[in-house]
């Protein structure tokens, strides 16, 4: 139910992913509306480069249907994902990725 907020996600892979180490999210409306690397908050990257929480669900979703293997952790009190790691493909070298989403401040 909430629809705007803030949160810092990790994102941490040997994937050749352009878009890892940590990032404030910026959504409004359900909408990203900007990310900022940090610490170095001068740096900004494409907002489609990171996910709505919605977003994040969609990722859950779609490691459960086609990931070798998924652990997902979620906050006790919102419910919204804290931590995923995915490896799409079980025994392969550098497909891994985690999200950790920390900071996250939104009020219905």
Request: with cysteine; hydrophobic share 35%.
């Amino acid at each position: 139910g909430i629809s705007s907020y803030s949160m810092v996600v990790h994102r941490s892979c040997f994937c050749g992913q352009p878009y890892v180490g940590p990032a404030r999210v910026v959504v409004q409306n359900g909408t990203v509306v900007s990310v900022t690397f940090l610490p170095d908050r001068t740096h900004s990257v494409a907002v489609t480069a990171y996910r709505t929480v919605q977003g994040l669900f969609d990722t859950i979703r779609d490691g459960i249907d086609r990931a070798g293997s998924i652990e997902v952790t979620y906050d006790a009190t919102r419910g919204f994902p804290t931590r995923i790691a995915i490896d799409w493909v079980k025994n392969a070298i550098d497909d891994e990725i985690t999200y950790t989403i920390t900071e996250f401040n939104g009020s219905p």
